[in-house]
């Protein structure tokens, strides 16, 4: 079986600081992972993908085998980043979709 | 640009009734999803189809039904609405590893 976990249903932090949501997977063979955001009002959409290592709106996110972490980062909050973030994981046959509970980030001004 | 789009954004239904949520793509993808959306409990699968006519059970299948009878339409199905069945409900297609979201039908049963 798939699991995702976000151990945080919520994470307020101050404009400027940096930003961790955390993400830790279990699955017994190479998962593909994503971060998804959907920002007040708005659909559900990607943010970002393990296997393309990019940085999207100043977030990264490393997938950590040995600890089967996939944390989410930015190094100095904006006001704009508040949103809620989901962690992905897929895998499998059909390639079936896992999400976590979701993190409601909180960047306060 | 990937268009999902849901037949109704608000939707109230009686217990008991039959509920039909429409979900349509405009990009051929071949795989789509439905997934409720509930607060502290994150996006869960209810159904997802790999192909027209093919159709595999999610995480929390029981009480509904699914059919995709056309690669563009995916529909989700409430054979008899329970109150807890209240919920947020997303529509999904994918292409490339990506999934592309509908705007969400909100859906209260009384």
């Known amino acids: 079986a798939q699991r995702v976990t976000q151990p945080e249903k919520l994470l307020s932090v101050f404009k400027g600081a940096p930003v961790e949501l955390k993400c830790n997977y279990s699955?017994?063979?190479?998962?593909?992972l994503f971060w998804y955001v959907q920002y007040s009002r708005q659909r559900l959409q990607l943010l970002l993908r393990?296997?393309s290592r990019e940085s999207i709106k100043g977030f990264t996110a490393d997938l950590n085998k040995g600890e089967t972490s996939f944390h989410l980062k930015k190094p100095f909050a904006q006001e704009e980043d508040s949103a809620m973030y989901y962690c992905a994981l897929q895998g499998g046959g059909y390639q079936k979709v896992t999400f976590g509970i979701g993190t409601k980030l909180q960047v306060i001004p | 640009d990937v268009k999902v789009t849901q037949s109704s954004r608000y939707l109230v239904k009686r217990t008991g009734e039959k509920v039909f949520l429409e979900c349509v793509q405009d990009m051929d993808h071949e795989n789509m999803f439905w997934y409720r959306q509930d607060p502290g409990l994150g996006l869960r699968l209810i159904y997802f189809?790999?192909?027209?006519?093919?159709?595999e059970k999610g995480d929390i299948p029981e009480g509904y039904s699914v059919s995709r009878e056309k690669k563009e339409r995916f529909s989700l199905i409430l054979e008899s609405a329970s109150t807890n069945q209240t919920s947020m409900y997303l529509c999904?297609?994918?292409?490339?590893?990506?999934?592309?979201f509908g705007p969400g039908t909100r859906l209260t049963v009384l």
């Open positions: 699955y017994s063979g190479s998962p593909e």
């Open positions: 999904a297609s994918r292409q490339h590893n990506e999934q592309f």
């Open positions: 393990h296997i």
């Open positions: 189809s790999y192909d027209v006519k093919m159709k």
